[in-house]
Nanobody, 115 residues
């Protein structure tokens, strides 16, 4: 069974950094696309970052220059490095992986940025 387990969320002051991890229970090479989403209370889920099997990365304008996604194939893990965090980055962050035509989701991790 495919599982994605997220970790690394927490409380940080504005301007601080966090690194989220998304550990994958299968072979990372089976993943076509890995997305990071976030959802703040009362708001729609937002696509934050994408990394493809070929290594291409894409970011939402709101995080470009501050967030970086990467993958460690040896650890079957994808990361989201978040720098210069702002209060508006406060949300539950989710990783999602596409394998063939199916999407699998992590459980979410809370990120709270205080001003």
């Amino acid at each position: 069974q495919v599982q994605l387990v997220e970790s690394g969320g927490g409380l940080v002051q504005s301007g601080g950094s966090l690194r989220l991890s998304c550990a994958f229970s299968g072979s990372i090479f089976s993943i076509n696309v890995m997305d990071w989403y976030r959802q703040a209370p009362g708001r729609q889920r937002e696509l934050v970052a994408t990394i493809t099997s070929g290594g291409s990365v894409h970011y939402a304008d709101s995080v470009k220059g501050r967030f970086t996604t990467s993958r460690d194939d040896a650890k079957n893990t994808v990361y989201l490095q978040m720098n210069n965090l702002k209060p508006e980055d406060t949300a539950v962050y989710y990783c999602a992986a596409q394998i063939r035509l199916t999407w699998y989701w992590g459980q979410g991790t809370q990120v709270t940025v205080s001003s």
